[in-house]
């Protein structure tokens, strides 16, 4: 098992940025991919972006390509969002999961809440 906690959410202007950071410890070796997700009040959580443990291979949500940027640090073992241009829309509870290879799993942390001011 892996234990995923996110960090570095905030409030934040329209067209700002944000990075947040999702710190991975255990069995690192049996992920496939961390993905990042949001879930805003009201709605059903959505996925934004995914990276494989490798970091080779990156996916994003429609919504955000060409504003996030999802990473790894393979000396912090962190999977970290970058995110520039910032919408109101984008305000939600962030969480990250992972996938072992054989689809995702639900998140377990807390999330780390994003807000986008106008």
């Known amino acids: 098992q892996v234990q995923l906690v996110e960090s570095g959410g905030g409030l934040v202007q329209s067209g700002g940025s944000l990075r947040l950071s999702c710190a991975a410890s255990?069995?690192?070796?049996?992920?496939?991919?961390v993905g990042w997700f949001r879930q805003a009040p009201g709605k059903e959580r959505e996925f934004v972006a995914a990276i494989t443990w490798r970091g080779v291979y990156t996916t994003y949500a429609d919504s955000v390509k060409g504003r996030f940027t999802i990473s790894r640090d393979n000396a912090k073992s962190t999977v970290d969002l970058q995110m520039n241009s910032l919408k109101l829309e984008d305000t939600a509870v962030y969480y990250c999961?992972?996938?072992?290879?054989?689809?995702?799993?639900?998140?377990r942390g807390q999330g780390t809440q994003v807000t986008v001011s106008s």
């Open positions: 999961a992972p996938d072992y290879g054989l689809g995702w799993t639900a998140p």
């Open positions: 255990g069995t690192t070796s049996s992920l496939y991919k």
